[in-house]
């Protein structure tokens, strides 16, 4: 029955992006389905995918889990990153080495952020809303306070710049990276022992503490692994945008949010499928790039994505069942 659910799940997000594609279209005209155009929004999926998926495993674990530090996190660790890197290894000498340099300085960064979110969770037992909403703030005063509130430009750095922009067999390589990143959490949550605790913890808290499960240790690993998350996308970021900035992607908070909504994550916890928030990031990214085609403002998308989250976390507690019952 849960299986049948989660299928219907699926194919129902999976029919939203046909039927974006279709909208898009008739709406946009022929271009808006030529390969330029799909590969720039299949590259543009995975900043925000990532985050989602880092959305999903907080609210996965529980106890009001929640991540509201992705994207100053993804910005800080692309910041000391660049700044790091180019310290270490000059661009012009070595760019491959450079560009490699930068990466694990950012996945450090990135597994040092979410270190800090999980030990104030798990230890200093402050609610995940709080605690990430903190650390947001400051991980962007970090970031505006090493880059004095300006972007930076990073200049042409061929390997970033490929990594970011470059398509092979027609799929951008990061989207690639990301498509891998996802098969990894989907093959960990479903099949290894992290995985069915993680869902055991957010499902029912009281009998995983029974079981054995040391739920300090569980929440710590979850945010470390949302923190590196955060990070990759922060590496996309740069690649792609060939700059690091404080302020990049203000309202991707609530995005990743709905997109994890959207894909049918629970907010009180213990349930997630990878495949349907990867469809969501997808389905969310068309509509924005329909957006676009039609000059539709960045303000009324805010709007639009606003409305829809709410909407969610309506529906999600309306029981629809009771008022289609015979007789109502």
Same mark, same amino acid.
């Given at each position: 029955m849960?299986?049948?659910?989660l299928d ?5 997000l999976?029919a ?7 909208a898009?279209?008739i709406l946009a005209g022929r271009?808006?389905?030529?390969s330029y155009?799909?590969q720039s929004?299949a ?6 995918g990532l ?5 999903m495993l907080?609210?996965i ?6 991540? !509201?530090s992705?994207?100053?996190?993804a910005n800080?660790?692309?910041i ?5 890197a180019k ?8 760019p491959?080495?450079?560009s ?6 950012a996945l450090?960064i990135?597994?040092a952020?979410?270190?800090?979110n999980?030990?104030?969770i798990a ?6 809303l709080i605690?990430?909403l903190g ?10 306070y090493?880059?004095?509130g300006?972007?930076v430009?990073m200049?042409y750095?061929?390997?970033l710049?490929?990594?970011g922009?470059?398509?092979?067999f027609g799929?951008?390589l ?5 498509l891998?990143?996802a098969?990894?959490l989907?093959?960990s949550?479903?099949y290894?022992r ?6 055991l913890l957010?499902?029912?808290a ?5 079981g ?8 710590l690993?979850?945010y470390t692994?949302c923190?590196?998350?955060?990070s990759?996308a922060?590496i996309?970021?740069?690649a792609?945008?060939?700059s690091?900035?404080?302020?990049y992607?203000?309202s991707?908070?609530?995005?990743a949010?709905?997109?994890a909504?959207l894909?049918g994550?629970?907010p009180?916890?213990g349930?997630?499928?990878v495949i349907?928030v ?14 676009n085609f039609?000059n539709?403002?960045?303000?009324f998308?805010d !709007?639009?994505w606003?409305?829809? !989250?709410l909407m ?9 069942g009771i008022?289609?019952?015979?007789g109502?």
């Open positions: 849960v299986n049948l659910r219907r799940q699926t194919l129902f999976a939203i992006n046909g039927l974006a594609l279709i898009g279209a271009g808006f389905l030529d155009n799909l929004m590259a543009q999926v995975p900043e925000l985050l989602a998926l880092g959305v907080a609210m674990s529980g106890n009001g889990g929640i991540d !509201l992705g994207i100053a996190l800080l660790a692309g000391v990153a660049f700044g790091v310290t270490l290894v000059p661009v012009a000498d070595d491959l080495l450079f490699w340099t930068f990466a694990g300085l450090v990135g597994l952020g979410g270190f800090l999980g030990l104030i230890y200093a037992r402050l609610t995940p605690a990430t650390t947001q703030l400051l991980f962007t005063g970090l970031a505006i090493l880059t004095n300006s972007a430009g200049g750095i061929e390997p710049d490929d990594f922009n470059l398509p092979v799929v951008p990061c989207f690639a990276l990301f891998v990143v098969a990894a989907a093959f949550l479903a290894t992290f995985g069915v605790q993680l869902m957010g499902s029912n009281k009998a995983a503490r029974y054995g499960i040391n739920e300090r240790r569980m929440l690993a979850t692994i923190g590196v998350l955060a990759v922060g996309i970021i740069a792609r945008t060939s690091v900035k404080w302020d992607g203000s991707y908070v609530l995005i949010i709905l997109i909504v894909g994550v629970r009180e916890g349930h997630g499928k349907c990867l469809l969501a990031s997808t389905a969310l990214q068309i509509l924005s790039s329909l957006f039609m539709i403002s960045n303000f998308r !709007l639009a606003g409305l829809l !989250l969610l976390l309506a529906s999600a507690r309306i029981n629809l008022w289609l019952k015979p109502r």
